[in-house]
């Protein structure tokens, strides 16, 4: 009878189910999105002429509980001008296999050059494609943007961007998203081109 109780009663379970509404996804063809603000792939952003705004001063770097990013900053000149002021990072790397996003390392940033995308599909098959560099990590160019290096376009001095950067903060549209996640991708040039699911 004890048996007959308990077959039934999982039969009941499995039967209730049947009519719950589908939790599976259909990934990869149609990826969840997740919440707006979820922690995902990082991004170094740019100035609305291009120039990047991380500066190479390594506090995300020193910030990070895992020791997941390495910052080398090199100095800018007339000639090879990548950030305004004086420094920029020459090598910048992230290894995600190290990451446990956190978000530390975005509250430390003085320029608010590194932000996080909600973009999650990092999955590799070996751990040196898990170590993102600029190539990965930079914003892509938005159209009126131009490829560094060159000259400040926006004033005579670094001042002139930062004290400016909250009525024009040079967001780095079509970054802070997961490319799937808005249909659209941005590529190099910063058009922007309307792409089904991948
Ligand atoms: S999110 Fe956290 S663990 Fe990842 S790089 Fe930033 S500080 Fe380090
Ligand atoms: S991302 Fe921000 S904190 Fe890190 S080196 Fe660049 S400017 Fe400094």
């Known amino acids: 009878m004890g048996t007959f109780t308990g077959s039934f009663k999982g039969f009941g379970v499995t039967f209730a189910h049947m009519f719950r509404k589908v ?18 792939r990082h991004i170094l952003n740019r100035h609305p002429d291009g120039l990047e705004k991380c500066i190479g001063c390594e506090l ?3 910030a990070c509980p895992a020791d997941a990013i390495y910052v080398e900053g090199g100095d800018n000149t007339d000639e090879q001008r990548f950030s305004p002021g004086e420094r920029y990072a020459s090598i910048y790397q992230i290894n995600y296999a190290r990451c446990i996003f956190c978000g530390l390392c975005i509250e430390a940033c003085p ?17 040196q494609d898990l170590i993102f560099t600029k190539k990965e990590l930079l914003a892509p160019l938005l159209p009126g943007m131009e490829q560094p290096p060159h000259p400040m376009r926006l004033g005579e001095t670094d001042k002139d961007y930062y004290l400016g950067a909250l009525d024009n903060p040079g967001t780095s549209k079509g970054a802070e998203r997961a490319p799937w996640a808005t249909n659209e991708v941005v590529d190099g040039s910063g058009e922007a081109a309307k792409e089904g699911v991948r």
Do not use: I, Q
Request: glycine fraction near 2%; proline fraction near 13%; hydrophobic fraction near 25%.
């Open 60 to 62: 995300c770097a020193w």
């Open 23 to 40: 939790v599976t996804t259909d990934y990869p063809f149609s990826p969840p999105k997740p919440a707006p603000r979820y922690h995902g």
């Open 111 to 127: 320029t608010r050059s590194l932000t996080m995308s909600n973009e999650y599909e990092l999955a590799r098959d070996n751990r």
